[in-house]
């Protein structure tokens, strides 16, 4: 039971160092290049963009801060500023579907970036899928006249303490619960090695990646490629992201 505590110590260590190697470094230039107005010229850039999607040039800021910053973000900018614009529910369902699809991205593409998925992979598949989403659903509303009454808002986020000390404790707040997500994660997934269902789907007829990653897991040990179609190189394997998540 000791080395059961010792190994998932061992994992929640690796893990957070890794993750949060990637994540502060990002966060904090994230931050400076917001006070430097960044984002305000990409919702400039995408202003143009949004109108293809049915939306006013506004709600390029909207989404521009969500891209750099997370949802809740762009969430506090668009209550800051719905006020100038009668949006109805469809426009509104395609901008959320939007946020939801490409948030965080300086964040989120660094740590995919280290598991093995290419820059350009990831924001074509985000971006790009977020636009082309975007369009079929504002066609598909306005072809069938559908969700196009006003929207009527039921909630409002509290505007956020300014200053660099309110930031700050804010994203401590968020490290913290990925700390907690990442232990809940790991021991749920040492539960199940231990009680066996792990066992099984290494043995099963899993599908070879998922089977492999099981195999990955169950080894302890991320020298070898534990299966051919994985595709990931032996780098890759070491990286405790890439077994885990």
Known sequence: MRAAFSELGRDIYQVSVTLFRLMIPVIIVVKILEELGAVEYLGLFLGPVMQSVGLPESMGLVWATTIVTNIYGGML??????????????????????????????????????????????LLLRVGGALLLGVMLHHFYRFFDLLQEPVTLMWQPEMPEP???????????SLLMIQVVIIVLLAALKVLKVIGIVYFCAIGGVYPPVKSLSRCILAGSFDEPAYPTVGASRNLLKNPLYCYC
């Not at 959320?96 to 660094?110: D, G, K, N, T």
């Not at 200053?163 to 707040?173: I, N, V």
């Open 77 to 122: 900018v668009f209550f800051y500023i719905q006020h100038t614009e009668v949006l109805t529910v469809a426009q509104i369902t395609v901008l959320s579907i939007m946020m939801l699809l490409a948030h965080a991205l300086p964040v989120e593409a660094r740590i995919a970036q280290q598991a093995g998925v290419r820059l350009r992979v990831t």
């Open 163 to 173: 200053g660099m000390l309110a930031w700050s404790l804010s994203q401590l707040k």
